[in-house]
Structure formats: structure tokens, C-alpha cells
T-cell receptor
Framework: DQQVKQNSPSLSVQEGRISILNCDYT??????FLWYKKYPAEGPTFLIS?????DKNEDGRFTVFLNKSAKHLSLHIVPSQPGDSAVYFC?????????????FGKGITLSVRP | NAGVMQNPRHLVRRRGQEARLRCSPM?????VYWYRQLPEEGLKFMVY????????ESGMPKERFSAEFPKEGPSILRIQQVVRGDSAAYFC???????????FGQGTRLTVV
């Protein structure tokens, strides 16, 4: 039972354009959402997070949008850079914070073409 | 300012042997999480520990797997009598508690032959 779904396994965008990575969830108890970036043979690196009391959080080139009614969130990267090429994982937790177990999606492989 | 350190990075075991995976959290962190990633899958939660206590082990297989985080030393994930299906990347993460994000180590890639 996949509670966090990243339905598109891959995405390819041109350098300088916007990358939009989508994520859906089914568990209504989730109230904190995170995006991680992962390079091959390395551990995930935290990118950005959002609490369910917000619908948007921005950090530099990265913006996360949360639509609670649709149980959907998305990560926008603009402008995209070749160094952004990696696997991006969406993750969610319940009980009000990041300091509890995370449920991860399967990841999306982003390729940014020079 | 070392991050989360996991060793070994790669571990090969024959079926039936024991595997011990070590995780040293970031300095000042007392919360440790273990996750497993199977090929083509996302990370799956296994266990959450604080010093000397298991807080949540809802993701741990019922048999052969155990974890500890002693007062001194690293956290250990122990897999007894390994089988081929245990082959995966095992990631450790640590946090300082409260509503803070966890930082991940580089993982241990276990191969059972």
C-alpha cells in the first residue's frame, strides 16, 4: 500500500526552464512533507519541507506547494541547472513534525539537459 | 564538522552469516533512524531509536533483525542469518530532536551471495 506516490518515474527538462515534480499521498494523518535529493551511491540530502498549516514554502530556486484537499504537493525548481540532475524523493510524516518516521515515495529521476 | 557516518560502505555476506551495520550520528544528535532501500524502490522506515531506547520499531521485520543505540558508541543494525532478499542499501539518519529535519548518511550497501 503506497501511501506516498510519485507516479512519474522520470522527468527531463532544458537548463534554465522550470522543473515540476509531483507527489500524491493517501494518508490524511500526514501533516509534514519533505523533499530529498539523492545522487547515486550517496544518502538523501534534505532540500525543503512544508507543514500542513501552509500551502507554500520557498527557498531560493526551490518552492514546494501543498494542496491538502487534493492530497497533492509539488516541487518547483526554477531555473533548473544541470547539477540538479538527481533522484528526488517526496516524504511525509504524521504527528506534527520531521522528528518521526518518514514515508517515502519511490522517487523521480530528474535530468536537466544543458 | 562530520556528518552522519556509516560503515562499512559496502558489505558482502554469504547466506546464513550475520551482518552488522554501524551508524555514528552527527555531533549533538541523539535520535537515530534506520531505513532500507530495495532496488527501484523508495526508502522504507525500519526503526527509530534514542540513546538506549527503541522508540518505534514498526518497520522492522519480526525475525533476524535487531537494532541498538547504546549510551556510548554508534548505533548498530544487526541482521542474523542473512538471506538474498536482505540485499539492499541501508541508510541511517540522525536528528537533534524536536521538529528538526534528519540528516542521512551515505548508506551501507549489503550484498548477500
Amino acid at each position: 500500500d503506497q501511501q506516498v506516490k510519485q507516479n512519474s518515474p522520470s522527468l527531463s527538462v532544458q537548463e534554465g526552464r522550470i522543473s515540476i515534480l509531483n507527489c500524491d499521498y493517501t494518508n490524511s494523518m500526514f501533516d509534514y512533507f519533505l523533499w530529498y535529493k539523492k545522487y547515486p551511491a550517496e544518502g538523501p540530502t534534505f532540500l525543503i519541507s512544508i507543514s500542513s498549516i501552509k500551502d507554500k514554502n520557498e527557498d531560493g530556486r526551490f518552492t514546494v506547494f501543498l494542496n491538502k484537499s487534493a492530497k497533492h504537493l509539488s516541487l518547483h525548481i526554477v531555473p533548473s541547472q544541470p547539477g540538479d540532475s538527481a533522484v528526488y524523493f517526496c516524504a511525509a510524516s504524521a504527528r506534527g513534525g520531521a522528528n518521526s518516521k518518514l514515508t517515502f515515495g519511490k522517487g523521480i529521476t530528474l535530468s536537466v539537459r544543458p | 564538522n562530520a556528518g552522519v557516518m556509516q560503515n562499512p560502505r559496502h558489505l558482502v555476506r554469504r547466506r546464513g552469516q550475520e551482518a552488522r551495520l554501524r551508524c555514528s550520528p552527527m555531533k549533538g544528535h541523539s535520535h537515530v533512524y534506520w531505513y532500507r532501500q530495495l532496488p527501484e524502490e523508495g526508502l522504507k522506515f525500519m526503526v527509530y531509536l534514542q540513546k538506549e531506547n527503541i522508540i518505534d520499531e514498526s518497520g522492522m521485520p519480526k525475525e533476524r533483525f535487531s537494532a541498538e543505540f547504546p549510551k556510548e558508541g554508534p548505533s548498530i543494525l544487526r541482521i542474523q542469518q542473512v538471506v538474498r532478499g536482505d540485499s539492499a542499501a541501508y541508510f541511517c539518519a540522525s536528528s537533534s530532536g524536536g521538529n528538526t529535519e534528519a540528516f542521512f548518511g551515505q548508506g551501507t550497501r549489503l550484498t548477500v551471495v
